[in-house]
């Protein structure tokens, strides 16, 4: 529901939330999935979660498909030890929870653990999500799936102390580009976690500016690809880089997802995309590409994702494709337009 100043709020009452709460607090043991390439709002919901239901003497796990280990700038959050392999997660399991995954593609080669689950909860913020939990608790509205998991852990009379609010605070500051976009009660959702004692300010460092020095030799490439179409997005505007394996060295993943954050600051583009080249073993039809979509304020970008078989949020949006970089280049374009 839009507020006079053309921001939503969620619309999901504490009655819309009751059997997502009384799935939680009857479940005999968790399995907690974050999708595919972690960022810090999924291992950060998924965490804090953890240890709430471990404080209840529940077992439960966390996992991800890939890659193999977790990036360096989320190993510190409180709760890894509740993390286990793809291969260690169990394949029956009381509940099965997913956190900010917007569809079953995004849990991976993990998709498979629902089939063994008596109950699933959906838990996410994308207004692309297909809902393919038998509950399901999407909150399009909200900044960020912690949001949501710290709802939810309030109606489960779960205390969040400073190591939940660390997980929590980790996705909130990421999931909000350090408070750029927010909604009523963003800040004090924030507040409420820094006074348990965090430090927000080494912990927004950690995940959004510290970089290898390999960085930066890596950036300068890739920005040196960058091209400007004016005319897309009816006049708008388009500024696209793209980055190779061969940009990438030995990288994390997590630098690469970074390059969007620089791109998007251009000022003559309403929309930015940076087309990153992924590992692949089988190139027959060209190589894969994990395209990251950006947009200021008139665009809808999870639109556009969604028309090239990704989805997202109104303005941070994503898809996977398979190409030559102009012909994907030129897909984008038609669907802006």
């Known amino acids: 529901m839009p507020t006079e100043s053309g921001q939503e709020v969620s619309e999901l009452s504490d009655a819309d939330l009751a059997p997502a709460i009384d799935a939680l607090t009857s479940a005999s043991s968790v399995t907690v999935l974050c999708h595919l390439q972690p960022d810090a709002d999924t291992i950060g919901s998924g965490l804090a979660l953890a240890i709430a239901l471990d404080r209840r003497n529940v077992p439960v796990q966390v996992s991800f498909a890939e890659p193999a280990i977790l990036p360096d700038s989320l190993q510190t959050l409180p709760g890894g030890d509740f993390l286990v392999a793809p291969d260690e997660v169990a394949d029956e399991v009381d509940l099965l929870v997913t956190v900010d995954c917007g569809s079953v593609g995004r849990l991976g080669r993990l998709r498979d653990r629902l089939d063994g689950a008596r109950r699933t909860v959906v838990v996410d ?15 399009a509205a909200a900044e960020s799936t912690a949001s949501v998991i710290a709802r939810l852990l309030d109606l489960m009379g779960a205390e969040i102390d400073k190591d939940v609010a660390h997980c929590l605070y980790a996705g909130l500051v990421t999931d909000t580009g350090s408070f750029r976009w927010v909604r009523p009660g963003t800040h004090a959702l924030a507040e409420r976690l820094l006074e348990t004692g965090i430090d927000g300010g080494r912990i927004a460092r950690a995940l959004l500016d510290t970089h290898p020095f390999g960085w930066l030799p890596m950036l300068s490439r ?116």
């Open 222 to 337: 890739v920005l040196g690809s960058a091209e400007l179409v004016q005319e897309c997005a009816q006049g708008r505007g388009l500024v696209y880089a793209v980055v190779e394996r061969s940009d990438v060295g030995d990288l994390r993943s997590e630098e690469v997802e970074s390059v969007i954050d620089i791109v998007r600051t251009t000022s003559d583009a309403e929309v930015a995309a940076v087309f990153k080249e992924m590992p692949d073993g089988d190139a027959t039809d060209g190589p894969l590409w994990s395209v990251s979509l950006r947009s200021k304020d008139s665009v809808d970008v999870s639109a556009v994702a969604a028309q090239l078989g990704g989805g997202g949020h109104r303005f941070a949006a994503g898809y996977t494709t398979r190409g030559p970089i102009a012909e994907l280049v030129s897909a984008l374009t038609d669907a802006l337009e």
């Open 125 to 139: 913020h994308h207004r692309s999500n297909t809902c393919f939990g038998e509950i399901n608790v999407v909150d």
